[in-house]
């Protein structure tokens, strides 16, 4: 387990990494992307470190929230950087047919793309749902095609009134991907979120809070001090607690009552282990605020 100098030392930024800003504050994982030249697409790069990131929250004690949020005033991601390439070769890359007359297989064979969805941005839309830790969403510009997933994803969401989100992928003449055909319908309903996607029109940030995908709303220069304040509240709360409530609700979308009344048993027992339950309990009866510990 590591200690929390360890682990803030771990997260700081390194060489060769500045496209991705990040690091550990009072307990917080701040995450920005940092590409506003490039309306902060995101990169292979990027995508990778946001993922092993994530991964490291979970199970880090010096993190209990997380954070992601963009440089820059007028965009917060517009998706991947289709010009980017993986940072990595594959090691069987020049195993090819040989052979005098026998044809080269494409570069896009049937099966790439699903592919290269499955093994990219879905596994970052997965990483954030997965992540131990809440992740709040800081929009402060536009977020469109997966940038809009991506927020999506996020267990809180705090835009700028000069925010929009836009489901594009229709302009493009594309399905929306990043998991958004799963997570927009459960925020929004299908009727609303068919408008959304078909349409592809343009979603302001206080309709975005009317319909339930922004928790709040607020002036741009406020953004960061409201999204600070909810994070650090966060960060000094009971963490396991708030990682089983997280995982409780993600789940209880795709279950029946029977096993979802059956988790929630199962959840009480477990938290009710920790540290800062019987904290919470006996703050309760002591008639004190709860100092909690993260565990």
């Given at each position: 387990m590591s200690t929390p100098s360890e682990a803030t030392e771990h997260l700081e930024p390194a060489a060769g990494e500045q496209e991705l800003l990040h690091r550990v504050e009072n307990g917080v994982l701040w995450m920005t992307l940092n590409r506003p030249g490039a309306s902060n697409a995101i990169t292979w790069d990027q995508r990778e470190t946001m993922i092993t990131l994530l991964g490291e929250a979970s199970a880090n004690e010096a993190v209990r929230a997380v954070v992601l949020g963009a440089a820059g005033a007028k965009h917060f991601c517009t998706g991947m950087d289709l010009r980017?390439?993986?940072?990595?070769?594959?090691?069987?890359?020049?195993?090819?047919?040989?052979?005098?007359?026998?044809?080269?297989?494409?570069?896009?064979?049937?099966?790439?793309?699903a592919r290269m969805i499955r093994n990219g941005v879905l596994r970052l839309t997965t990483a954030?749902?997965?992540?131990e830790k809440p992740v709040?969403?800081?929009?402060?510009?536009?977020?469109?095609?997966y940038g809009m997933s991506l927020a999506l994803a996020c267990d809180l969401v705090i835009a700028a009134d000069t925010a929009r989100f836009i489901q594009v992928f229709a302009r493009?003449?594309?399905?929306?991907?990043?998991?958004s055909a799963y997570l927009l319908p459960r925020l929004v309903g299908?009727?609303?979120?068919?408008?959304?996607?078909?349409?592809a029109d343009d979603l302001p940030a206080a309709e975005a809070a009317r319909v339930g995908v922004v928790n709040k709303v607020v002036a741009a220069d406020e953004l960061h001090a409201t999204?600070?304040?909810?994070?650090?509240?966060?960060?000094?709360?009971?963490?396991?607690?708030?990682?089983?409530?997280?995982?409780?609700v993600n789940r209880s979308l795709d279950s029946d009552r029977a096993t979802a009344f059956g988790e929630e048993a199962d959840a009480v027992e477990l938290?009710?282990?920790?540290?800062?339950?019987?904290?919470?309990?006996a703050s309760l009866i002591e008639r004190r605020k709860p100092e909690y510990y993260g565990w």
């Open positions: 980017s390439s993986p940072g990595t070769t594959s090691l069987l890359a020049s195993a090819r047919p040989s052979e005098p007359g026998t044809p080269t297989p494409p570069e896009r064979p049937t099966g790439y793309a954030v749902l997965d992540c709040i969403a800081a929009v402060n510009g536009t977020a469109a095609g493009r003449g594309l399905v929306p991907d990043g998991g299908p009727h609303k979120a068919k408008e959304l996607m078909f349409l999204v600070r304040e909810w994070a650090e509240r966060l960060a000094t709360g009971p963490t396991r607690a708030l990682a089983i409530t997280k995982r409780l938290t009710m282990t920790t540290r800062d339950a019987n904290e919470g309990v």
